[in-house]
């Protein structure tokens, strides 16, 4: 994994050399995360759903569940920061989550600048940032 979190490596990058890939991508919240798919192949992101499980172990079923289901080859979390780039506490807590997707699940994990995609939609419509930071990744 890198130290600079918010740089985009692999899959997307060589998609057109590789076989097409099926990526799931996090907007992580402390009370909610949106969930988006999309495909290497037809570069296209969909809003999936809304984790909104209080109980930690049951968000981890259900990220399982969706990975399974989906049968994801790459996970995309959303990298917080301010404006200027800085980091901030959801920086740290969207890193560690993270990594505890690539320990739990044993996929590869890219994380993606994610600062403008929560002023470009509405609160709560979290699946919808996912889908924008996707998309970000994709080129798309």
């Known amino acids: 994994m890198s130290d600079t979190p918010h740089a985009k490596t692999s899959v997307a990058s060589t998609a057109n050399t590789m076989k097409p890939a099926t990526i799931l991508a996090f907007d992580y ?37 969706l990975i399974k289901e989906w049968q994801a080859d790459l996970l995309v979390v959303g990298l917080p920061t301010h404006p200027d780039g800085a980091e901030h506490a959801m920086t740290q807590k969207a890193k560690r989550f993270g990594n505890q997707l690539q320990g739990r699940f044993q996929k590869q994990v890219v994380w993606v600048d994610e600062r403008y995609t929560s002023v470009a939609v509405e609160d709560g419509h979290d699946a919808l940032a996912a889908q924008l930071i996707l998309k970000q990744y994709l080129g798309a």
């Open 29 to 65: 919240g402390e009370k909610r995360i949106g969930v988006a798919v999309g495909n290497t192949l037809t570069k296209t992101a969909e809003p999936l759903v809304i984790i909104q499980e209080k109980n930690q172990d049951e968000r981890w079923r259900t990220i399982e569940r």
